[in-house]
């Protein structure tokens, strides 16, 4: 048993080290997977054909030669030229070539470009450049240049960008962006010498070249050595002009830091399951002790020396841990190889001399703790009084030193940690232990002085379990009460090890969730003509699993538009994110407006007055075609003063649904005598499709369900009509503009922070400008703050989807989404495919997930998880090893008992109940430790390298693990309560009671 004890010491020294090492090189890997960018080195240059082949000349030898630092370089031809659609608009675009291009393209239509002049395109960018396969793009030269032909031989299907992907670039795919005199659209594909071309435009191409850093080889190359070896490659690049950038040495030092905190955590975890095993060894010898204490004497008695004695005392104490040493160093590279599946793929498990070195640590720690357990042994002799005395107080020394411990750590948190307010102090997951030894002593004395009083409370008792019970655990010295002191500390640390390991797990899943914005994201693309909404309404009618979102990026933010009465039970949304509950937020997104006035037909009529007095008038009317995604302005017949009907032709422009964007009336014929006011009002409004009028709902008896710019204009609802009152200079200014409130102005809008303050149009305010679905900017309220948001991130708004859509006059630019979460979610993807939709790329949760799972912070809370299920195990193991060793000495008083008379029932009972209260004591105290402790240190502890981003993190103490670790322990305590009885009597009291019958 004492073996055992010391090779888990040994090995809970050594897990520490090795557990850390690989733990480190797994967040190397995930660190270069969550940022390939600034893992990367980048070789960078203007000009044609002759620096290309100079950048594969350097790419032929990599930085450092052949020791495996980088992966086969990447180059990259990049050049910016201009488009023109079919009415001569300018769009931006970039000429991208790169290697393994077409391998990393899917097509609609079409090949991958390979000759010269070949080009492909991104379906959304062929749509509005009225374009398609075979057609030439437009493009526009600086004067004095010739512009070379491109032609269409692909239109590609967006791919999916991502941080760790081919794609990681946003700005490749910035559909929709730029400024409001020069669109953009997505990056042009095209060969390497198409990219040289791009001279003939007037812009020199900007070739690059990338090398990916390899974790496998970073892992075990000393920084100093890589540092030399970009250096010397810098000067072989800049000969021909090449610039060196990198972010490596960021990203290492970022993962350096990382691995510092979890160092700390690493070390904190192993000193406490080490400090926990010394304990139980110290606990083991000093039971041993006391049955070799007549050995110890007669060695005195025979003139031993005190090194003689000592080596008696502890010599085989010294064997157990000299042969513990390669156990315990074993079973450390044992454990951190079965636990590699939390670390990332082709992280190594090995032993270095840091583990080495704590291993003998640990076994030097037991040899001393040996030493003090069997001091009575080899000391110099003297009365029984003097050591009586100095026991005494050496106890009450190491009492006090406990509390004193415990104290520091409670005021170490007041100081720094969760109690103060202060940030992450990894420091403090030694707390727990602190308080574990604290409570344990101090429990120790309350539970002694609780058993003397029931000594007097059980005097006159006839109920003798109880009665020799209290008396065996008051009066038997060493006292059994000693052995809570490490059942106290191992239940606290399995307790707050599965909490902290709960705790942090549940942040990093709320993160990874946020982040992707719900458990699963598809990109995806709606049948033309059809409202993706009313797709997923079809696929869920229940709303509870998927979600229709249109997402827009932009220099200015970003905005997510969703359908807002399923968003609380889709999207990834963890309390406190907004100023509001997500449960509330469908109604102030997509508050009650009048529906819009929607159409189809040849043309539009209108019932008009016009009062008396006023110039003849030119009313047109501007509506929007959802199918196609254009706006058409279209004039009615002159109004005249009087009541009369006046007709607009819609010259097919409405054979699919259109919407009534607004009505603006003018003075016709230029700037005549115009009255001070000028009273118009809109009686009736209908279709002919064809030639067969139809009534639409104007919603002339709804208050608010018109507006009117600019702000002097009246507005006034009746059930006959809607009458304007609009200022004469209006009029002539041709400025005036009557708009159906279908949708809020502006818009509810749920803002982060950041987007509040850079948006705000006066300092304090709520309104803001934000970016619509077609790029053009629309006003929004940010009444609802949030400290970031679902995919986003924090320089965004949220919008109902609905309203985005009103408020939309051009072809949409943004990314159709499709959120979804649930068991359903497959269901509902192929239920949409059935539908039409065609999903172009899906983005799990779990991907996120995994990144930060691997994560060195991360993954050492499973040692925090382990180092406390082994204390827990180690204890209740040395607590039957305790039972069996002293299993002599009981026999022989009980069995006394049993000839005097007391039933063998009673002793049964009595050593049951004796036991019971020993590891109620130790389970009770080590229960509110382990609540108290997680309560105060979780807030304090490290959790994710690069922080939450604004996620709010939850600390508060998770009772289901922590009472299913309490449960378990009451389970194992009750099952040796009930061995202890046959343990410590053993078949010898049959005998003796036959014999004394």
Known sequence: ?????????????????????????????????????????????????????????????????????????????????????????????????????????????????????????????????????????????????????????????????TS????????????????????????????????????????????????????????????????????????????????VSTGLFGLLGGVRSAGTSAATVADVASFELVGVGLLVLYLVVTTAAADRRDETELAARRGFARRQALIVAVGDVGVMLALSLPLGLAAAWAVVQAASGLFSNGTPVTLDWGAVAAAVAVVAAGLLAAAVATWDLWRTPGRAADRKSRSRAARAAAESLAVALAATGLVALAATGSLSGGGRDPLALAAPGLLAVGAGVLGLRLADAMLRLALRATAGSSNLGPFLAVRAIVRTQPSPLRRTLALTAAVTLAGFGVEAWAVTAANRSRVALVDNGAALVADVSAPAGSSLATLVDRADPQGRTAMAVEEIRSLSGDTLAVQADRLAAVAAWPARLSSRPVSTLARYLDPPSPSPISFTGSALSADVSLSRGSPPLLLTATVYNNTAQEEEVTPFATLRAGTRRVTASLSGFCTTTCRLVNLSPTVAGGNGAVPPHVTLALLHLSTLDPGRPTTLAIHAGVRNAWAAEPPGVIVAHGAGGIRFVIPGGDLTAQGTQLTPVDAPSPIPAVATTTALTLGAVTPGSTEFTATGLDGNPIDVAGNVSATRLPELGSNAVLVGLGNAELAQTGPSVAVSQVWLRGRSAAAVLQRLERLGVKVNSELPASTALSQLDHEAVSVVYALVLGAGTGAALLAITVTVFMFFAGRRRRRAGLHALLVGGVPSASLRRAVMVETGIVLLVALALGAVTAWAASGLALASLPELTGGSGGVPLHHHVVAAPLLAVLAALAGAFAVLTALAAPLILGRGSRKVRRGES
């Open 1 to 161: 048993m004492m073996l055992a004890v010391a090779a888990v010491a040994v090995a809970g020294g050594a897990v520490g080290p090795v557990f850390l090492r690989s733990a480190g090189d797994s967040s190397l890997v995930a660190a270069v997977g969550a940022a390939p960018v600034a893992s990367t080195v980048t070789t960078s240059g203007q000009g044609g054909r002759a620096l290309w082949k100079e950048l594969e000349r350097l790419g032929a030898a990599p930085p450092g030669g052949r020791k495996g630092w980088f992966g086969p370089p990447s180059i990259e031809g990049a050049a910016g030229v201009r488009l023109t659609d079919a009415q001569g608009n300018p769009f931006a675009t970039q000429l991208i070539a790169r290697s393994g291009l077409c391998a990393h393209l899917s097509f609609a239509t079409g090949h991958c470009p390979r000759g010269v002049g070949e080009a492909a395109i991104s379906a959304r960018s062929a749509r509005i450049l009225d374009v398609g396969l075979g057609s030439r793009l437009r493009t526009t030269t600086t004067p004095g240049f010739n512009a070379p032909r491109l032609s269409v031989v692909g239109i590609y299907r967006l791919p999916t960008v």
């Open 164 to 243: 760790a992907g081919y794609w990681n670039d946003p700005a490749d795919f910035s559909f929709g962006a730029g400024t409001p005199n020069l669109g953009a659209v997505d990056a042009t594909m095209v060969s390497p010498p198409t990219v040289w071309l791009a001279a003939f435009l007037g812009d020199v191409p900007s070739l690059s070249m990338t090398w990916q850093a390899r974790p496998s080889g970073l892992r075990n190359g000393p920084l100093g050595a890589l540092r030399q070896a970009l250096v010397a490659y810098r000067t072989r690049a800049s000969r021909y002009g090449l610039t």
